[in-house]
């Protein structure tokens, strides 16, 4: 529990301090991903925000070695309370009245999964068939850059609809799904005995080539979509999608058998239910102003 609340903190604290920070640079594209780079890698905000966030994947992968993954999602969702809270104080983005109902059901919905927790009793998988992890990864990290790459197209239309951020959130969802259930496994590797066997033993696996990949591939995206879209907005909705595909199919790919008792299964599922359920129904129309262009962009030709 303690693990996962650090986690959530780093990473929230992390997505606010990269947002920051890209608002004071230039417009940046994934078809550019070098000059992204260059321009971020230029910014100590943005170092710091990623500096946090690979802070919070060390507290992540102690979580996963001892709660099944459908509890920790259900602990990772409340991350957003505070994601909001430091998105209002450090980069004026407004919450409203319906997002602020959203944010107490949050927190109604930690509280049913913490409830459903019993320390010594719950399953933690440690390992799942490579075929099968292939199989659920694959297909997953090309819908997702296909989304993604539809909505840059969308976005270059003069004539088209204001960005919500919607797609841009599901897209990145998908890559950190398959990074997330990536890390549960490379967890699972590090319980092995000998620092030589384990690592020789993770080489193998698929888990830290699917890391890399969606490591690179999720660094420009993200960056190029919290610029475009509100923070508050943009990573609720990521959230959300990266939930709901590591909490199914992340449990029934690693074989984690939900609680036998039938209050604490009730508490387990409706909790993760409603959290995934309210996140999906919060505006999905950016109705906040939307910042000026930054000075950089406003003194070029």
């Known amino acids: 529990m ?13 997505f ?10 230039p417009e940046v594209s994934i078809r550019q991903p070098a000059r992204l780079l260059r321009l971020v890698l230029g ?32 602990i990772f969702v409340s991350g957003l309370v505070l994601l909001v809270l430091l998105s209002a104080r450090l980069l004026g983005e407004e919450t409203s009245g319906r997002e602020r109902y959203a944010l107490g059901a949050i927190l ?11 320390e010594g009793s719950d399953t933690v998988g440690q390992d799942a068939p490579y075929q099968l992890i292939l199989l ?8 997702g ?9 969308r976005t270059r239309n ?14 990145v969802g998908l890559l950190y799904g398959v990074s997330s259930l990536a890390i549960k496994g490379v967890a699972g590797h590090l319980t092995s005995h000998g620092v030589g066997g384990a690592l020789l033993d993770l080489l193998s696996s698929p888990y830290p080539y699917l890391l890399l990949f969606t490591g690179a591939f999720g660094l420009v995206m993200s960056q190029a979509a919290l610029q475009r879209c509100r923070a508050s907005l943009i990573v609720p909705v990521c959230t959300t999608v990266t939930s709901l595909f590591t909490a199914v199919l992340g449990t029934l790919s690693f074989g984690e058998a939900l609680p036998d008792e039938p209050l604490r299964l009730a508490l387990r599922v409706a909790g993760t239910a409603l959290a995934v359920a309210v996140l999906l129904t919060m505006p999905k129309h950016d109705s906040a102003p939307q910042p000026s262009p930054p000075a950089k962009e406003l003194a070029s030709p």
């Open 158 to 171: 003069r004539h088209r609809r204001p960005t919500t951020g919607v797609e841009y959130g599901v897209a």
């Open 16 to 25: 606010v301090l990269e947002k920051r920070a890209l608002t004071s640079l």
């Open 43 to 74: 910014s100590p905000l943005w170092i710091g925000g990623s500096l946090a966030l690979a802070a919070g994947f060390a507290a992540q992968l102690v979580v996963y070695r001892t709660l099944p993954i459908a509890a920790a999602q259900g």
């Open 145 to 153: 850059v296909w989304l993604y790459t539809s909505a840059e197209r």
């Open 2 to 14: 303690a693990a996962a609340l650090l986690a959530n903190t780093l990473y929230s604290l992390g």
């Open 136 to 143: 659920v990864c694959v297909p997953s990290l090309a819908a």
């Open 108 to 118: 109604l919905a930690l509280l049913m999964v913490v409830l459903s927790l019993r």
